[in-house]
């Protein structure tokens, strides 16, 4: 074998190993990564789901007819009333049984501060105690935020309409 033949043999196994070298890096979280990821979130969607969240056991109303699933029912609040200073609260927030969506809810003072924010809650569920990200001072906050994000049930979780609903948190010694 000459001087050429060898030098192109070599060439050619560099070029086929650099070749694969990029086709396995491109590949490699899609062939060794982690399976139940979610396409548009990168998230396991079950660990999304709030675990803290219980069967709504509250007044509501009974529902008579097949689900709609073109409608999301969203639960509205004039206030709510919280304990001064303190982070542990005692609240009232569901996910109607008639919906086909998560709920991810989050309560936002005016300014867009972020107290607090769920995981997602399954229709018929409802979170009954939350952890502030802060404690707040005594006294009327008037155009709170209640956000609540609606996603499919699906494994893209795909994001659907979600409301604001402006409130006044009355926070009480």
């Known amino acids: 074998m000459n ?4 030098t192109f043999l070599l060439l050619l196994l560099a070029v086929i190993l650099a070749g694969s070298g990029v086709l396995v890096g491109l590949n490699w979280n899609r062939w060794f990564g982690p399976e139940a990821a979610p396409a548009s979130s990168g998230e396991d969607i079950q660990a999304q789901v709030d675990t803290s969240a219980e069967e709504y056991t509250g ?10 699933t073109d409608t999301i029912d969203i639960p ?15 609240v009232n927030f569901y996910n109607p049984e008639q919906n086909t969506c998560y709920f991810r809810i989050s309560l936002l003072l005016s300014d867009g501060t972020e107290l607090w924010r769920s995981d997602l809650v399954k229709p018929g569920m409802a979170v009954y105690e939350i952890t502030l990200n802060r404690t707040l001072e005594a006294g009327q906050y008037e155009d709170a935020t209640l956000k609540y994000e609606c996603f499919a049930m699906d494994d893209a979780q795909t994001p659907l309409n979600g409301s604001e609903i402006k409130l006044t948190l009355n926070v009480l010694e």
């Open 3 to 6: 001087k050429t033949a060898k």
């Open 59 to 68: 007044d509501r109303e009974v529902y008579q007819g097949q689900k709609n």
């Open 76 to 90: 509205g609040y004039d206030a709510i009333n919280l304990k001064a200073e303190e982070t542990e609260q005692a």
